[in-house]
């Protein structure tokens, strides 16, 4: 099998969304003084490529601790909108797709935005879900969606309807996913899981595509 990395590394000089908190690392025990290493980790839970919960938006909504294991692990299609002209990702660019989104469990939407990734233009003008494609998506029994983007709503949007209506139907969302040109039209399958965060309403996670290779001979 092959194994595409689809996570951008974190570190305290990587990109991040207008306001949130560098992540902080510091040595708690190190090999030379303590004979073993150990580090002190903060960071936001919203930090780099992650998981978003239905609990981010709605109070006594399901966290991530809350849902089982494969609820982050399934079959996974990717949609390729890099051609696009559009900043909308339309109910009519999704519906040619039906067959191929009813029968899988995670929908990625390939961009192209990643490629802006630690420039000003990565989190302004970026695409995404117009409101009744979010709404159609909704009724497919996926998983979750992801997209190589920083955000499911736009930027100056204080309602966030997308992830309303993506996360009040149970679906999780994955956001700054990369490397998504790399899986051509390959099956796949996608495991991004999170750490099981007492209360998380979001996490970072090692997103991954597995993408199964068959002997021809």
């Known amino acids: 099998m092959r194994i595409v990395d689809l996570s951008h590394p974190v570190s305290p000089e990587m990109p991040l969304w207008p306001g949130t908190p560098r992540p902080e ?81 995670f929908l990625l939407l390939h961009t192209g935005w990643s490629r802006f990734w630690g420039s000003d233009a990565y989190n302004r003008d970026y695409p995404v879900l117009s409101p009744d494609a979010a709404e159609w998506l909704c009724g497919m029994g996926m998983k979750g969606i992801g ?23 149970g679906l999780i969302l994955i956001e700054n996913l990369t490397a998504l040109e790399s899986l051509g039209d390959s099956d796949f399958l996608l495991s991004a899981l999170p750490l099981p965060i007492s209360g998380a309403e979001a996490c970072p996670v090692r997103a991954v595509a597995v993408i199964p290779s068959f002997d021809t001979e």
Do not use: N, Y
């Not at 239905?54 to 909504?61: D, I, K, R, S, Y």
């Not at 991530?64 to 339309?90: N, P, W, Y």
């Open 147 to 169: 997209i190589d983007a920083p955000s499911f709503d736009a930027a100056d949007s204080r309602e966030l309807p997308v992830h309303r209506c993506l996360l009040g139907a």
């Open 25 to 105: 690392f510091s040595d708690l025990c190190t090999v030379g003084r303590d004979g073993f290493g150990e580090r002190w980790l903060q960071l936001s839970s919203h930090t780099g490529t992650h998981i978003d919960a239905p609990a981010h938006l709605f109070e006594g909504a399901a966290t991530l601790d809350q849902l089982d294991a494969r609820r982050f692990v399934g079959k996974a299609m990717l949609l390729d909108f890099t051609d696009s002209r559009h900043e909308t990702i339309s109910l009519d660019e999704l519906v040619e797709f039906r067959t191929q989104i009813e029968q899988a469990e």
